[in-house]
C-alpha cells in the first residue's frame, strides 16, 4: 500500500504533463516480480474516453519516469496502463461530471432504486432526470429533475445505451464553457 502511494506522487505529474488524470495505481507482488497497474481517466471538462494513442504515449512516458525513480528498490516490474471502463462505478463527484449527459443507475439510501438522466453536477450532490418506468414495448417517459446528496447515494453506474439520443430527444441544453447541462431552468 504504502509502495502505490509513492508510485502514485511520482507518476501524477508525468501524467498530468500528458493531459490526462490519474485515477488509480495498485502494486502486485509476485516473489521479487511486481505489477504496477496504473488507470488513466481524461480531466473531468473532457468529453469521451482515452484513447490507444494517449494510452501508448503516457506508456511511454510512465515506464521512463519509473526507470529513473531514485527511490526505486531495483526490482523487476510489468507497467500495465488501462483507462475506467464504461460501467465502474461512480465512487467520486469528478466520476459524476464525467458522465454528465448520461444515463445512470442509482441505488440510493431510503428510496427505490432509479435509473435517469445526469444534468448538473455539484460538490455535494446530483441532477438527475429520472426515467420512469413503463410498461415493456412502451417510450420511457421523463420524470422532474431530481436532486440527490452523494451522502445517500450507495452506488452509481453508467448504463450503456445502444441507441443514441438526440439532443432535442434529451431536452439537455450544454453549456460550452462549464460543461454543466441544464433542463432549461435555473439549477
Same mark, same amino acid.
Given at each position: 500500500m504504502a509502495e502505490a502511494q509513492?508510485?502514485?506522487?511520482?507518476?501524477?505529474?508525468t501524467v498530468e504533463a500528458a493531459g490526462?488524470?490519474?485515477e488509480d495505481v495498485k502494486v502486485q507482488m509476485a516473489g521479487a516480480h /511486481?505489477? !504496477?497497474? %496504473?488507470?488513466?481517466?481524461?480531466? #473531468?471538462?473532457?468529453?469521451?474516453?482515452?484513447?490507444?494513442?494517449?494510452?501508448?504515449?503516457?506508456s511511454r512516458a510512465l515506464s521512463e519516469t519509473m526507470d529513473t525513480d531514485p527511490h526505486d528498490d531495483g526490482q523487476p516490474y510489468d507497467l500495465e496502463i488501462s483507462s475506467p471502463g464504461a460501467t465502474r462505478p461512480l465512487t467520486e463527484p469528478r466520476h459524476w461530471?464525467?458522465?454528465?449527459? /448520461?444515463? !445512470?443507475? %442509482?441505488?440510493?439510501?431510503?428510496? #427505490?432504486?432509479?435509473m435517469g438522466r445526469i444534468?448538473?453536477?455539484?460538490?455535494?450532490?446530483?441532477?438527475?432526470?429520472p426515467e420512469i418506468p413503463v410498461k415493456k414495448g412502451m417510450k420511457a417517459k421523463?420524470?422532474?429533475?431530481?436532486?440527490?446528496l452523494f451522502t445517500t447515494i450507495r452506488r452509481g453506474v453508467v448504463e450503456i445505451e445502444f441507441a443514441r439520443l438526440d439532443e432535442?430527444?434529451?431536452?439537455?441544453?450544454f453549456e460550452a464553457a462549464g460543461g454543466d447541462a441544464a433542463d432549461g431552468e435555473d439549477s
Open positions: 509513492r508510485l502514485l506522487a511520482l507518476l501524477t505529474p490526462l488524470f490519474l /511486481r505489477t !504496477v497497474s %496504473v488507470v488513466v481517466d481524461l480531466p #473531468e471538462t473532457e468529453v469521451g474516453g482515452v484513447g490507444l494513442d494517449a494510452i501508448s504515449q503516457v461530471r464525467r458522465a454528465l449527459g /448520461r444515463m !445512470v443507475k %442509482v441505488n440510493a439510501i431510503d428510496r #427505490e432504486n432509479l444534468l448538473a453536477v455539484e460538490d455535494d450532490s446530483v441532477l438527475l432526470k421523463q420524470g422532474e429533475p431530481e436532486k440527490l432535442a430527444e434529451l431536452d439537455l441544453e
